[in-house]
């Protein structure tokens, strides 16, 4: 069982940043971790993902340029830096853990609860 715990959302004006961040608990390595977003209304779309070792990272053209997705050293701990935010960018965003996910397709074997990033216009 893996439980993964994700935080840093709030309130920011457009233009400004935030520091979302995921730890993971009760599993040594997760192959693929990943962050996605809902919005009100909307499907929970594909943000990011990065690969084990960090050294792949993958982006959704939205956000490619202004968002970062970084991975601590030798632990499950995943950061999503997020720059030149834009009100399209509300979202509850999620991270997702893939156990033994292929780089290429596959499902996310756990989900965080989700938090909330709101940006003001």
């Known amino acids: 069982q893996v439980q993964l715990v994700d935080t840093g959302g709030g309130l920011v004006q457009a233009g400004g940043s935030l520091r979302l961040s995921c730890a993971a608990s009760?599993?040594?390595?997760?192959?693929?971790m990943g962050w996605f977003r809902q919005a009100p209304g909307k499907e929970r779309e594909f943000v990011a993902q990065?690969?084990?070792?960090?050294?792949?990272?993958l982006y959704a053209d939205s956000v490619k340029g202004r968002f970062t997705i970084s991975r601590e050293n030798g632990k499950n701990t995943v950061y999503l830096q997020m720059n030149s935010l834009n009100p399209e960018d509300t979202a509850v965003y999620y991270c997702?853990?893939?156990?033994?996910?292929?780089?290429?397709?596959?499902?996310?074997?756990?989900w965080g609860h989700g938090t909330q990033v709101t940006v003001s216009s």
């Open positions: 009760g599993r040594t390595f997760i192959n693929v």
């Open positions: 997702a853990a893939g156990i033994a996910r292929p780089w290429t397709k596959g499902d996310y074997d756990y």
């Open positions: 990065i690969s084990g070792s960090g050294g792949s990272t």
